[in-house]
Each structure stands twice: as C-alpha cells, then as structure tokens.
C-alpha cells in the first residue's frame, strides 16, 4: 500500500506517519527529513534547500522529486508499504509520483488530507521545538521535554525553528493554499482523497486513519 499525508504545516502530519509507522509498520519518507539530513551535512542541495526554507517558501519540484526517486530506488523501498510525509506538495509533484509508480505498476492507494485551521496551526508550531542532535519534536505546552531546553532521548539542545514564527507561519499558509490545494482535486478525481479533522487531538485522528486505512 502507498500513501500520501497532505496538509499545512502544523496539521500533524509528522505525528500521525509516527503512529502509522508502529502501528501498520509503514515505511516512513518524509520530504523534511531527507532536506534536513542535506542541510546538516551542509551539501550543496541542503545550502539551496535552506535558502527556500527559512522564507517560508517551498523547494523547487525538480529537487524534491529528485530526492524522492533517489531514495525509493536506491534503497530498494519502492514494493514495500510507504507513506510520502511533506511530499507530493504540488499537482506536478503528484504527477511525478504516480509516474515513478506506475513505471513500476503501483500506484497512490489513499491520499490523507489533515485539514487544520490557521489558529491551531499557529498554536501548535509558534511552541515547537526540536532537538539540533537528534531532530526529536516538542512542544512547550502539548508535548514538553522532561528538563527544559534538553532533549529526553540524547541530551541535545532544543531550539525554535528559524521558520516556527508567526509571520512566516501565515506565509507559509499563503504558500500551502496556493501551490498546494490543487493536489486536493488531483486526488479527489481519482477518488483517493480522504479529509481527517486535524484540529481534533492525535489520538481522534489516528483513529480515523486506521478506519480508513484497514477498512
């Protein structure tokens, strides 16, 4: 099975393709994180990336696409159960992923739209926090590290995100609703797309998931 997790940023896709992992043992490819690992190792694709994401703004589709082809068939994960997280993020991105599927005559089984409000969404990432070491997700109210600013698995420093402040929140909204909301209707014409209440907490949500998912 092949699935897609859509939504703004803040909606929790992170945190519901966490849950799917340990519960249906998907495997998980986040967009976020394959960019994060090259802006780490400071790689000329993660210096460009991170130019794009500290505006607000997303990366180029040809980069990402890139990237997500490079990792499907270079590490041999394109016939086991994959949820893309962060990724397609635009019409021409969906398109591209259901061409490197069907090249290999398989296909996008559901498409999970996380649906949040702005006032949510700005709640939940202005309080993020996550781990410089190990890229481990806090929040100071929802989700609080046992010391304050030490993360519980390595002992690394928590930080906020140079793109987690309000302004460049409702940028990034801006962004989403217009480079990405068609992929909405792309899906929802195959009558793939599935929208879940994301202002509801973690666990409502992954519930609905799973009835989706195993129904």
Same mark, same amino acid.
């Given at each position: 099975?092949?699935?897609?997790?859509?939504?703004?940023?803040?909606? +929790?896709?992170?945190?519901?393709?966490?849950?799917?992992?340990?519960? *249906?043992? =998907?495997?998980?490819?986040?967009? #976020?994180?394959? $960019?994060?690992?090259?802006? /780490?190792?400071?790689?000329?694709?993660?210096?460009?990336?991170?130019?794009?994401?500290?505006?607000?703004?997303?990366?180029?589709?040809? *980069?990402?696409?890139?990237?997500? !082809?490079?990792?499907? *068939?270079?590490? #041999? *994960?394109?016939? /086991?159960?994959?949820? =893309?997280?962060? =990724?397609?993020?635009?019409?021409?991105?969906?398109?591209?992923?259901? %061409?490197?599927?069907?090249?290999?005559?398989?296909?996008?089984?559901?498409?999970?739209?996380? /649906?949040?409000? $702005?006032?949510?969404?700005?709640?939940?990432?202005?309080?993020?926090?996550?781990?410089?070491?190990?890229?481990?997700?806090?929040?100071?109210?929802?989700?609080?590290? /046992?010391?304050?600013?030490?993360?519980?698995?390595?002992? +690394?420093?928590?930080?906020?995100?140079?793109?987690?402040?309000? !302004?460049?929140?409702?940028? %990034?909204?801006?962004?989403?609703?217009?480079?990405?909301?068609?992929?909405? !209707? =792309?899906?929802?014409?195959?009558?793939?797309?599935?929208?879940?209440?994301?202002?509801?907490?973690?666990?409502?949500?992954?519930?609905?998931?799973?009835?989706?998912?195993? +129904?």
């Amino acid at each position: 099975m092949k699935i897609v997790l859509l939504g703004p940023p803040g909606a +929790g896709k992170g945190t519901l393709a966490g849950s799917l992992k340990d519960k *249906l043992n =998907f495997i998980h490819i986040s967009t #976020g994180d394959i $960019l994060r690992e090259e802006m /780490k190792n400071n790689t000329h694709l993660g210096q460009e990336a991170k130019s794009y994401i500290e505006k607000g703004e997303l990366v180029p589709d040809e *980069l990402v696409t890139r990237l997500i !082809e490079n990792k499907l *068939l270079s590490n #041999g *994960l394109i016939g /086991k159960d994959i949820m =893309f997280d962060g =990724f397609p993020r635009t019409q021409n991105q969906a398109e591209d992923l259901d %061409r490197i599927l069907s090249e290999k005559n398989m296909c996008v089984d559901y498409a999970l739209y996380l /649906k949040a409000s $702005l006032s949510v969404i700005i709640k939940r990432l202005t309080g993020r926090r996550v781990c410089r070491n190990c890229g481990a997700l806090y929040h100071i109210i929802n989700m609080p590290p /046992k010391k304050d600013g030490i993360c519980d698995k390595c002992s +690394g420093e928590l930080y906020q995100r140079a793109d987690d402040n309000e !302004e460049t929140i409702k940028n %990034r909204m801006d962004v989403y609703n217009q480079s990405t909301a068609p992929i909405l !209707e =792309f899906y929802e014409k195959q009558n793939k797309l599935k929208v879940l209440n994301a202002d509801e907490g973690a666990a409502e949500v992954l519930k609905a998931a799973l009835g989706i998912l195993n +129904g």
